[in-house]
């Protein structure tokens, strides 16, 4: 069901992304391609077929897992790209980009333990017919 607190914490997850998208206008990490949008656009859409493929609870483990290892590499090129920058890491005077993702990956780890135990009651309450 679409109203359960797993899809809370995805779209959390999905806002993250958007925030994210919005903040690192200013990030470039290459030249040529734009690797922070499209990896803020995959991570909005994974986030939004999860929240609505709510029948289907291993396919919502399955695009949260791979949301989280996206996330997860977006927080190792961010703080590269910090680390990258001239001044040293004084946050006040950079960005708060990486924090968007650790976030993120926090919600979703939530939602994949909220759907765990649902898929755990679908199955205690299977085995009692």
Known sequence: MIQRIQTIWTFLAVLAAVFLF???QDVI??????VL??????????G???VFSYKNRKRQILLNNISII????????????LLNLSGGIQFPEKGIEPIF?????????????????DER????VDRLR
Do not use: H, Q, R
Not at 37 to 46: E, G, N, Y
Not at 72 to 80: E, K, P, Q, W
Not at 101 to 117: E, G, S, T, V, W
Not at 121 to 124: A, E, P, Y
């Open 22 to 24: 919005i903040t690192g």
């Open 48 to 50: 939004l077929l999860s």
């Open 101 to 117: 993702p650790f976030i993120a990956m926090i919600c979703l780890f939530i939602a994949n333990i909220y759907i765990k135990k």
């Open 29 to 34: 990490i290459s030249e040529g391609l734009p």
């Open 37 to 46: 949008d499209s990896a803020c656009v995959v991570l909005v859409l994974i």
């Open 70 to 81: 996206i996330n997860a590499l977006l927080v190792g090129v961010l703080i590269y790209w």
């Open 121 to 124: 009651l679908v199955k205690s």
